[in-house]
T-cell receptor, first 114, second 111 residues
Framework: DAGITQSPRHKVTETGTPVTLRCHQT?????MYWYRQDPGHGLRLIHY???????DKGEVSDGYSVSRSKTEDFLLTLESATSSQTSVYFC?????????????FGSGTRLTVV | GQQVMQIPQYQHVQEGEDFTTYCNSS?????IQWYKQRPGGHPVFLIQ?????EVKKQKRLTFQFGEAKKNSSLHITATQTTDVGTYFC???????????FGGGTRVLVKP
């Protein structure tokens, strides 16, 4: 979907280094989410944002932090990467939390921690 | 916390046959969504169900929300190779703020 882009698409990093993933949207949607996808676990919510500087934790937030200084950008930071954080990371956006609003997902970032 | 389970985890289907995947929540849901993810791709929103007992159709796909709003199903008729992918259900609890995704059903089609 053209309205949401993630960068980088692929990254290999070493254990213990900080890593920042970027999600950029052009839809002016209020809600933004970070998920990780691992085999057998589906999509698990890391953090989400319901507005500029308004963020909250998801179910697997340990070791991750986020920032949203502008409506269009939502950054996910792995403070000190570990091998257990090797995963595919998806950003999603939503106009509203109400009925009939599905999430639009980005193309994902494949992160490998060695 | 809220848990959403999907069965089966894998579904091998002969082209032309029908199949159903099921989604069960540990708590009552305010609504449920379904997504499809093609191999190597990202999840794409298919549909949302809100009302108890609701049934919606999209061509060969039929989605149903249970009477108790704790389960849902996706039925695909006359499976085609284009149906290959992983189907996720995602439930929103009574608090209404976040979606909880099931583990997905990975569909493989045998021509």
């Amino acid at each position: 979907d053209a309205g949401i882009t993630q960068s980088p698409r692929h990254k290999v990093t070493e254990t213990g280094t900080p890593v920042t993933l970027r999600c950029h949207q052009t839809e002016n949607h209020r809600y933004m989410y970070w998920y990780r996808q691992d085999p057998g676990h589906g999509l698990r919510l890391i953090h989400y944002s319901y507005g500029v500087k308004d963020t909250d934790k998801g179910e697997v937030s340990d070791g991750y932090s986020v920032s949203r200084s502008k409506t269009e950008d939502f950054l996910l930071t792995l403070e000190s990467a570990t091998s257990s954080q090797t995963s595919v990371y998806f950003c999603a956006i939503s106009e509203s939390q109400g009925a009939n609003y599905g999430y639009t997902f980005g193309s994902g970032t494949r992160l490998t921690v060695v | 916390g809220q848990q959403v389970m999907q069965i089966p985890q894998y579904q091998h289907v002969q082209e032309g046959e029908d199949f159903t995947t099921y989604c069960n929540s540990s708590t009552t849901l305010s609504n449920i969504q379904w997504y499809k993810q093609r191999p190597g791709g990202h999840p794409v929103f298919l549909i949302q169900l809100v009302k108890s007992g609701e049934v919606k159709k999209q061509k060969r796909l039929t989605f149903q929300f249970g009477e108790a709003k704790k389960n849902s199903s996706l039925h695909i008729t006359a499976t085609q190779t284009t149906d290959v992918g992983t189907y996720f259900c995602a439930g929103r609890g009574a608090a209404g703020n976040k979606l909880t995704f099931g583990g997905g059903t990975r569909v493989l089609v045998k021509p």
